[in-house]
């Protein structure tokens, strides 16, 4: 038997550091320590800023802070939130109509990695998922595989 030498004339493939990044796919379980909640979110790398499904929205004014309470959905049964008013923001949907959300500002944790990230308020109610994850949480710490899910966690 006539052993076969490897070929001396190929190099080993280097990967580039940008590219050593976890990756994610198009729905990944997210956790907001804050709200001590977890659920699953789609990842859009179109949408530009992060979306939380949210109804039932009231401005309170506490100690001259403005806070903003909503309605979120886990298994079908609303609970209440409550997260520091930041500003409001024009948001363009999929769509293309353009409005005027209130964004406020949570950590978000996928996986090991997690962030203080602006989240929009949107109805998300006849959505398949109540999280979107944008480019403003994604951007230069994942690569996406949209032929993947749950990459990061159950």
Known sequence: MVEKKPDQH???IVIPPQYLKPIVGRVEWVEFPNWKLKLRARIDTGALSCS???????RVVENGET???FDTFVNEKPIRLKSKFVKEAKVTSTSGVSEKRIMISEVIKI??????TMINLN???NLNYPILI??????GKFLV??????QLGD
């Open 123 to 125: 109805d998300r109610t």
């Open 145 to 150: 595989d949209v032929s993947l899910s749950h």
């Open 67 to 69: 806070y903003i309470l």
């Open 52 to 58: 939380i499904n949210a109804v039932n929205i009231e």
């Open 134 to 139: 944008g480019r403003n949480f994604l951007r």
């Open 10 to 12: 190929v190099k080993p």
């Open 111 to 116: 996986g090991k990695y997690k962030e203080e």
